[in-house]
């Protein structure tokens, strides 16, 4: 079969159209790049004694794990303060937008998936919680810390044997194939402190593996994550299924699964129609 060169998709194009969902629409759905999550949240924080001075500016849960102290990071560069401020919708009332603080952006760390080096940029929201944005890749905000203890962006391939690579690229005419049966070649997460400790991702042969987390302080208090999925796990067979977050007592405190793509309260790939149609709604949209 011959496919013409101008069918073809990449992965990089698909994140223009990739679309996690991981509950009620109207809560948890985000575009790969400039998604919300809106509702309000509050932290608290109790001092006792001497060490009030200590603790009013530090988090408990700071005091028990490596974190990042927010205003030592370096500050981002000026292009991405400048992506941090089109987070916002100018349709939008105000006090329905996350408010990303451009200015205060700062560059946190750095991960390898996907075949290549990304930096993770992350900003406070002026509307409560956080922003962030994967540098080349994917982006968000979460208000809502209190009630979206941890959200979960992917990139999915179609199913291969391991002893093939994901393919990269794919003609317009498997599109289908890959929303119906994608499975996960990498992925991102946030994970909101102190309700999460600890995030474990599940596979369909019952192993885990748990990713390691950089915690970051006040005013982001949340983690952040990566994972690229080993050739071999990305087949028809073995794969990931699902990624929890427990709370420091062991408890379930979030639960996404993974796969398959159309799973009803998993992620979905959104696929245009045609160029110029949105692509579908999540669910209850």
Do not use: C, M
């Given at each position: 079969m011959t496919t013409n060169s101008d069918d073809l998709v990449s992965l990089d194009e698909l994140r223009s159209v990739l679309s996690v969902y991981a509950g009620p629409a109207d809560a948890r759905s985000r575009p790969a790049r400039h998604g919300l999550r809106r509702r309000p949240v509050v932290l608290g924080l109790v001092a006792v004694g001497a060490l009030a001075v200590v603790f009013a500016a530090t988090p408990a849960w700071a005091l028990v794990?490596?974190?990042?102290?927010?205003?030592?990071?370096?500050?981002?560069?000026?292009?991405?303060?400048?992506d941090f401020s089109t987070f916002d919708n100018p349709l939008v009332p105000p006090n329905m937008t996350p408010g990303a603080d451009a200015a205060d952006a700062r560059e946190v760390m750095q991960a390898d998936f996907g075949g290549a080096t990304h930096t993770l940029y992350v900003s406070p929201a002026k509307n409560n919680g956080y922003c962030f944005e994967w540098s080349d890749s994917v982006g968000g905000c979460n208000t809502i810390p209190d009630q979206v203890p941890m959200d979960i962006s992917e990139m999915p391939v179609l199913p291969h044997d391991g002893s093939q690579p994901p393919a990269t690229t794919l003609p317009e005419s498997e599109m289908r194939d890959l929303e119906l049966h994608g499975v996960t070649y990498w992925l991102t997460g946030d994970a909101v402190s102190p309700t999460v400790t600890n995030v474990v991702i599940h596979f369909s042969d019952g192993t885990t593996v748990e990713p390691e987390i950089t915690w970051i302080s006040a005013p982001i208090n949340a983690g952040f994550f990566t994972y690229e999925v080993p050739n071999d796990k990305q087949s028809a067979t073995d794969?990931?299924?699902?990624?929890?977050?427990?709370?420091?007592?062991?408890?379930?405190?979030?639960?996404?699964?993974m796969s398959p793509m159309t799973h009803a309260t998993g992620p979905t790939l959104a696929v245009p129609t045609d160029p110029g149609s949105p692509g579908p709604a999540g669910p209850g949209g």
């Open positions: 794990r490596d974190i990042l102290p927010f205003w030592s990071q370096p500050s981002a560069p000026q292009s991405v303060k400048h794969h990931v299924t699902e990624v929890d977050a427990y709370d420091a007592n062991g408890n379930l405190v979030e639960q996404q699964p």
